[in-house]
């Protein structure tokens, strides 16, 4: 839905882009219709009173295209009654009756211009907003991966921590199992080698599934009892050698 919205955004800006050009070409279009028609306005003589209201005339239907393209609405409609009074011009009897659709013309040239300019800075700050919301969104859409990559990192993490902890506990019952053995070793040789008439001592293993599941602190003391019993059994068989 996050990227829907990206490309939405995107496509409004490339066509506001687009929007932006055609409202450049347009601008420029008037600019020669304005300065044309002002031309014909002082002009001394029909004949280049109708010649530059014929270059400006061209001017403004250059422009009504653009301008429809572009979305400036009010400076079409200028253009369009702009070109719509030179068109009399061509078929004016006099000099003066030119002049009065090339008054007109010019005030209206002027005018699209001021109205395309308006338009043109609202469509600037239109674009620049888009492209604002944009930048948000790529920033909030990168904010939300990162934030997941987190979250992923601190679940590996834990996981690595998790099985470092069974290793370790792991390591903890095999030395301390690897000691009972050593010590049961040794008890057993001392007390054959005092021909200790006694029971041979063995390993009380221990239930190493449940230990698995004990903290380090319960295995360090499930274990340390369970040598301090072999050592107490030890103990007391020696003792009933001294008494013999």
Known sequence: MEKSYFFILLFFVS???FSQAKCEDADSDLLYAYSHVK?????NNISHLKYYSNRSLEAFERSKEKL???GCESAYDLAYDGAKLLAHVENAGTFEDGRFYVKRARDIAQQSIVEL???TVLTSEEESLLSL???KEKLEQLQKELKEKESEIKAKLAAQKQKEAEHNKERLI?????????????YNKILELCNCDAETLTEIKPNEANLENKGVEEIKLYLLENIKG???TYLSRMD????D
């Open 230 to 232: 072999l050592t107490n």
């Open 117 to 119: 300019d308006k338009f």
């Open 39 to 43: 031309s014909a306005y002082n002009s």
């Open 68 to 70: 429809k393209t572009c």
């Open 240 to 243: 009933i050698f001294d008494e």
């Open 174 to 186: 095999n030395a301390y199992k690897e000691a009972i053995a050593s010590n049961i070793e040794a």
């Open 133 to 135: 919301k944009s930048e």
């Open 15 to 17: 066509t506001l882009s």
